[in-house]
């Protein structure tokens, strides 16, 4: 059996060509003699590797000298703890309520201070994005968080809330490098990389140098500890080495598919093809709010749970894989991140087009 057209939301699609690429390299990396599995973290090589992936991805976000960079592990679930941890110097932050990873993001930070949610689109199942121009941000705030690409619900902010002068935090798990986005309007942007950059077990944090602190409560874990981690150059303990060495190949690629404004023409595409079927079909129908459509993940039902199912397992059988919606929200959801090719949708929508027909 060949290669499937992957839409899983994560762990999921990676290029190809980043794949034969590692195969190539598997045995002997660059004339080590070994694989980057098993070469110390301490080695030129592997140094050479996270530097190469550190200037890679400053290059392509534009990244500002005053942001450092942090390649960490413990999943994006694990910074929902060191973020509170790292930032809350007044002990209070505000989180805007879009789906359930800002969700657990909230419940986790209300262990670390007084937690507020000034906004939330939970009245509707997540499927908006609410007004984020004039929100009741504390005056005592040490920061506004969001999840800015709803990974389970499909939406996005297409514009950034007005923070009233506080520091914007950011999970970008499914839609990092998904197109360019401005880093000076943030204080902190992190995410997992399993979404659309590379294999699970990477966290990439972009934090700005003055929020660094010396101060941290002495609870606060060392690996937690963004000072630490960005002092050591994320070389503290011994990093995700493999994750990192694919993720700096991921960045390569999209430097050679010509950075993030090609990245978000390719990507705008992409998910036109299927948006624009979905919004004319007769039997499927997108679930969220057209203005705030996410490039990356795109959730649609039929209306029937049954004919869901059987929509899911015909199409895997067809060779498109891990369609099923996400187990909250039940119908279907088409993760088209920035690997998945053009080909994959436009086959994709061929057939839900033959569906269609056959389930009138
Ligand atoms: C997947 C995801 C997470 C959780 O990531 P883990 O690495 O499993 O902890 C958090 N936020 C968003 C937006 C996600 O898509």
């Known amino acids: 059996m060949g290669r499937v057209y992957n839409f899983s939301a994560g762990p999921a699609v ?9 195969q190539e390299e598997m ?3 660059r004339g080590t003699g070994m694989s980057v599995m098993e070469m110390s973290h301490r080695s030129a090589a592997f140094q050479q590797i996270i530097d190469e992936a550190e200037a890679d991805l400053r290059d392509l976000m534009n990244i500002p000298d005053n942001y450092k ?3 960490l592990q413990g999943g994006a679930s694990l910074h929902f703890a060191s ?9 209070v932050a505000d989180y805007i309520i879009t789906g359930q990873w800002a969700k657990k993001a909230y419940e986790e930070a209300k262990k670390y201070g007084k937690v507020n949610a000034i ?29 800015q690409n709803n990974t389970i619900y499909g939406t996005v902010f297409h514009e950034l809330p007005n923070t009233k002068g506080k520091e914007l935090v950011a999970d970008v798990s499914s839609c990092f490098l998904s197109e360019p986005i401005d880093v000076e309007k943030y ?8 979404k659309n950059i590379g294999p699970a077990g990477v966290q990439i944090v972009i934090i700005r140098e003055d929020l660094l602190r010396e101060d941290l409560p002495k609870t606060v874990p060392t690996m937690m500890n963004f000072k630490v981690q960005a002092d050591k150059g994320s070389l503290y303990n011994t990093p995700p080495c493999y994750g990192i060495y694919i993720c700096g190949k991921v960045f390569k690629w999209i430097k050679n598919m010509g950075g993030l404004e090609a990245m978000k023409v ?12 979905l919004d004319q079909s007769k039997l499927f129908k997108g679930t969220v709010r057209k203005e705030d459509r996410s490039l990356m993940n795109v959730p649609f039902v039929t209306g029937d749970k049954e004919l869901d199912a059987k929509f899911v397992a015909e199409a895997k059988a ?18 088209i991140y920035n690997a998945m090719p053009m080909e994959g949708v436009e086959k994709l929508v061929e057939f839900m087009k033959k569906f269609e027909e056959e389930n009138k």
């Open 14 to 22: 990676l290029p190809e060509v980043v794949l034969k690429e590692a």
């Open 27 to 29: 045995l002997d990396y």
């Open 69 to 71: 960079v942090l390649f």
């Open 83 to 91: 973020i509170p941890m790292n930032l809350m110097k007044n002990g």
């Open 119 to 147: 906004a939330s689109s939970a009245d509707e199942t997540f499927s908006y994005i609410p007004d984020c121009s004039d929100l009741p941000v504390s005056e005592d705030a040490d920061y506004v968080y969001i999840c």
């Open 187 to 194: 204080g902190v942007i992190y995410g997992g990389v399993q």
């Open 266 to 277: 390719h990507n705008e595409k992409k998910a036109a093809i299927l948006y624009d079927f």
């Open 318 to 335: 067809a060779g498109f894989e891990n369609l099923k919606g996400h187990r909250s929200v039940g119908g279907m959801r088409a993760s």
